[in-house]
């Protein structure tokens, strides 16, 4: 056997042992990842196709997490809302009594301080916060973003003043002193009292919205995961006998670099061409 021949066998099992040990390195790279598709180098259009969809995922995740937070924020703003919807009944009982021609000079004294107390707990109602951020004082709307753009929710004046129970300058519309301006009392708080309710109906539409949203962009994520799962994910057994078979590849490719150097040795040898320090060291390279 010549030494060319030798020579091309071991360029061939090198060859067999470098094809099967990088089909080993790559099917325990889709093993530990768990993605067929981890680089580029694997499938460049299957890998631009699953960033694109994780990318996708990402920003459906985090309008369904926009959506929940805004939501928060209105449950607080409703509260508030409600509580004033509640302070303007309340409200109306406390005139339609004070109309009542029983009452005395103390007991108008006593309701027109109940007056003032109504009134001073809406204001209160209308200095609520959410992360540091008053909510109706006329001052906010909630701005919901998500992956296909922009909602506006929003948000009323809901203080005394926006309601016009107070004037501009915090004095009361709601005096009990002259019983005929009574009837023009009521009308002020049936008014607030529509104004407060228009709010607390728009925020619960809203709310439903933001709740319809959320529940789709729920179902929109599952979706994008089953997709790019269909597509990307590593079947774990058969990839565990492909992983197998590369190692035995591998095996078998250096038994036979092994094979191939102990010949080429052997043939260079008769010649006298490779001492045994030069066929240690070519030995040494397999180890």
Same mark, same amino acid.
């Given at each position: 056997m010549s030494i060319g021949s030798v020579m091309s066998g071991v360029n061939h099992s090198l060859n067999n042992l470098n094809r099967a *040990? $990088?089909? !080993?390195?790559? +099917?325990?790279?889709?093993?530990?990842t768990g993605s067929k598709y981890y680089s580029a180098a694997n499938g460049a259009s299957e890998y631009a196709i699953v960033q694109r969809m994780y990318n996708n995922?990402?920003?459906?995740?985090?309008?369904?997490?926009?959506?929940?937070?805004?939501?928060?924020?209105l449950n607080v703003a409703a509260g508030a809302v409600?509580?004033?919807?509640?302070?303007l009944s309340s409200l109306k009982e406390t005139l339609i009594s004070a109309a009542n021609g029983t009452n005395g000079k103390?007991?108008?004294?006593?309701?027109?301080?109940?007056?003032?107390?109504?009134l001073a707990q809406i204001n209160s109602n209308a200095q609520v916060t959410y992360n540091g951020q008053k909510l109706l004082?006329?001052? *906010? $709307?909630? !701005?919901?973003? +998500?992956?296909?753009?922009?909602?506006?929710?929003?948000?009323?004046d809901m203080s005394t003043a926006g309601l016009g129970l107070t004037d501009s300058d915090g004095n009361s519309n709601i005096k009990?002193?002259?019983?005929?301006?009574?009837?023009?009392?009521?009308?002020?708080?049936?008014?607030?009292?529509?104004?407060?309710?228009d709010q607390a109906t728009s925020i619960g539409a809203s709310q439903?919205?933001?709740?319809?949203?959320?529940s789709n962009y729920t179902v929109m994520e599952e979706n994008l995961y089953d997709a790019v799962s269909t597509i990307d994910d590593t079947?774990?057994?058969?990839?565990?006998?492909?992983?197998?078979s590369a190692n035995a590849q591998s095996q078998v490719a250096m038994w036979a670099v092994k094979q191939g150097l102990q010949s080429l040795s052997q043939e260079v040898g008769a010649l006298g061409g490779l001492n045994n320090h030069s066929r240690g060291a070519a030995f040494g390279m397999l180890y």
């Amino acid at each position: 056997m010549s030494i060319g021949s030798v020579m091309s066998g071991v360029n061939h099992s090198l060859n067999n042992l470098n094809r099967a *040990q $990088s089909a !080993q390195s790559s +099917s325990i790279q889709r093993i530990s990842t768990g993605s067929k598709y981890y680089s580029a180098a694997n499938g460049a259009s299957e890998y631009a196709i699953v960033q694109r969809m994780y990318n996708n995922i990402g920003s459906v995740a985090q309008s369904n997490s926009n959506t929940q937070t805004a939501n928060s924020m209105l449950n607080v703003a409703a509260g508030a809302v409600g509580n004033t919807v509640s302070s303007l009944s309340s409200l109306k009982e406390t005139l339609i009594s004070a109309a009542n021609g029983t009452n005395g000079k103390s007991d108008i004294a006593a309701l027109q301080k109940s007056v003032n107390q109504t009134l001073a707990q809406i204001n209160s109602n209308a200095q609520v916060t959410y992360n540091g951020q008053k909510l109706l004082d006329g001052s *906010q $709307s909630v !701005q919901v973003a +998500s992956y296909n753009g922009y909602e506006t929710v929003n948000l009323g004046d809901m203080s005394t003043a926006g309601l016009g129970l107070t004037d501009s300058d915090g004095n009361s519309n709601i005096k009990l002193g002259d019983l005929s301006d009574l009837g023009s009392a009521i009308e002020t708080v049936d008014n607030a009292l529509n104004t407060a309710l228009d709010q607390a109906t728009s925020i619960g539409a809203s709310q439903q919205g933001l709740d319809y949203q959320s529940s789709n962009y729920t179902v929109m994520e599952e979706n994008l995961y089953d997709a790019v799962s269909t597509i990307d994910d590593t079947d774990i057994a058969a990839e565990s006998v492909n992983n197998a078979s590369a190692n035995a590849q591998s095996q078998v490719a250096m038994w036979a670099v092994k094979q191939g150097l102990q010949s080429l040795s052997q043939e260079v040898g008769a010649l006298g061409g490779l001492n045994n320090h030069s066929r240690g060291a070519a030995f040494g390279m397999l180890y």
